[in-house]
């Protein structure tokens, strides 16, 4: 399985001011988002019979200094065979300008690291120079696309001015680090949160913002598309805030739903002023 990011999976504005949090970019808010994990749907063909986990994600910056996002994904898997304990960790930093990413990918099976990607992509005008430290040392020049943050302020955009489906690309450095991936994007009209939301507790802090029902679905841009599926796809709903929620992560033969169940809105810095 892929690991998920969802460093660009948010959108919104959120009315009223906001006192002393701290905003990680124009409309961006830093905080810590916790999710518990559910079995959506599966095929006979999957062979898993159960999903449960936890899932956390925080982020930071601001557009003077750049954007970290911290990611855990713990799930159990069980299967007719076994029960898997699979536990993906992610730390990422990318620069104000959106031109250069740095990344640290573990995954953990049974608690024995299982595998660690590491390194750093610079993009430009003229390509994407990816150059990875772990498991050995390699380079490599790939087409010129966006880094998660980028590619979320560029939804959030699209958002704002009336949503709908367009076509981006996306570097991520999920699984080898080694590709760019095409993304499709389709944005709903804004909604305002329902007294029987089941996450509206968890969101509370975030006052009555409105949000957007968002699907972006990943393809691998190097296979011939023609009726080729996505690889996967994730829908869920995305405040302005860059805050989101109401997860399904479908893996084709399996899907994970995701509930916000907590979140964390950071203070600001004393003296910290930032502007794009």
């Known amino acids: 399985m892929r690991v998920l990011r969802l460093s660009f999976l948010s959108l919104a504005a959120l009315c009223g001011p906001f006192g002393s949090l701290s905003f990680a970019g124009p409309?961006?808010?830093?905080?810590?988002?916790v999710y518990d994990l559910s079995l959506g749907d599966a095929s006979d063909r999957s062979g898993i019979n159960g999903i449960s986990g936890r899932m956390v994600y925080e982020f930071t910056g601001s557009a003077c200094e750049g954007y970290s996002t911290t990611f855990r994904f713990v799930m159990r898997i069980e299967t007719d065979e076994a029960t898997r304990l699979s536990d993906q960790q992610t730390t990422?930093?990318?620069d104000a300008k959106g031109e250069t990413f740095q990344f640290v990918n573990k995954t953990y099976l049974d608690n024995t690291l299982d595998r660690e990607v590491?390194?750093?992509?610079r993009t430009g005008k003229d390509g994407t120079d990816v150059d990875v430290s772990k498991p050995e040392k390699r380079s490599f020049k790939l087409e010129p696309t966006q880094f998660p943050v980028t590619h979320m302020k560029e939804a959030i955009a699209k958002a704002k001015d009336g949503g709908g489906f367009y076509q981006t690309t996306l570097y991520d450095?999920?699984?080898?680090?080694?590709?760019?991936?095409?993304?499709?994007?389709?944005?709903?009209?804004?909604?305002?949160?329902?007294?029987?939301?089941p996450e509206r507790e968890a969101a509370a802090v975030l006052?009555?913002?409105?949000y957007w029902p968002v699907t972006i679905a990943y393809f691998d841009p190097t296979k011939d598309r023609g009726e080729e599926t996505p690889e996967y796809d994730i829908s869920f709903l995305m405040h302005e805030s860059g805050v989101t929620r109401d997860l399904n992560m479908n893996?084709?033969?399996f899907s994970i739903n995701g509930k916000l169940v907590d979140l964390t809105?950071?203070?600001?810095?004393?003296?910290?002023?930032?502007?794009?």
């Open 27 to 33: 409309g961006l808010l830093a905080h810590r988002a």
């Open 92 to 94: 990422t930093f990318e």
């Open 118 to 121: 590491r390194g750093v992509a």
């Open 173 to 197: 450095s999920s699984e080898d680090a080694d590709r760019v991936m095409l993304t499709a994007v389709t944005i709903g009209k804004a909604r305002g949160v329902a007294k029987d939301d």
């Open 207 to 210: 006052k009555d913002g409105t």
């Open 251 to 253: 893996y084709g033969e």
């Open 265 to 276: 809105l950071f203070d600001q810095k004393d003296g910290v002023s930032c502007t794009e």
